[in-house]
C-alpha cells in the first residue's frame, strides 16, 4: 500500500518561510512524478508544484512562482516544497500526491493522496 506522509506546516507570519516534506512510503511505478496542491476554506484545491522524478523537471502554478521550489531526495522517497516569502493568501491545507509518468498539475491524474498539512500565514 502506498502512503504519503506530510509534515512541516505550521503558523508563520507574512514573508516567512516554511519547508514542507512528503515521505513516499513505496514507489509503485516504474516513472513517476509527484505534485504539491492546496486547499483553503471554502476553495476547490489549486495546483502548487510538481516534479517528475526522474529529470527533475518541475512547474509551477504562477501564484507560487518565484517564492516557492520542489525538490525532492532520492535517497529518503521524500519531496520538498520550499516555501518562502509566505503570504496570508498561502494559508491552506497543503497535500502532496504521487502518479506514475511524467507531472501534472491536474489534481485528478494523480493517483495517491497524503493527509494534508495545514499552513497558516498571518498578516
Known amino acids: 500500500q502506498v502512503q504519503l506522509v506530510e509534515s512541516g506546516g505550521g503558523l508563520v507570519q507574512a514573508g516567512a518561510s516554511l519547508r514542507l516534506s512528503c515521505a513516499l512510503s513505496r514507489r509503485t511505478f516504474s516513472s513517476y512524478a509527484m505534485g504539491w496542491f492546496r486547499q483553503a476554506p471554502g476553495k476547490e484545491r489549486e495546483f502548487v508544484a510538481a516534479?517528475?522524478?526522474?529529470?527533475?523537471?518541475?512547474i509551477y502554478a504562477d501564484s507560487v512562482k518565484g517564492r516557492f521550489t520542489i525538490s525532492r531526495d532520492n535517497a529518503k522517497n521524500t519531496v520538498y516544497l520550499q516555501m518562502n516569502s509566505l503570504k496570508p493568501e498561502d494559508t491552506a491545507v497543503y497535500y502532496c500526491?504521487?502518479?506514475?509518468?511524467?507531472?501534472?498539475?491536474?489534481?485528478?491524474?494523480?493517483?495517491?493522496w497524503g493527509q494534508g498539512t495545514q499552513v497558516t500565514v498571518s498578516s
Open positions: 500526491a504521487y502518479k506514475g509518468g511524467y507531472y501534472s498539475n491536474y489534481a485528478s491524474r494523480y493517483d495517491y
Open positions: 516534479i517528475t522524478w526522474s529529470s527533475g523537471s518541475t
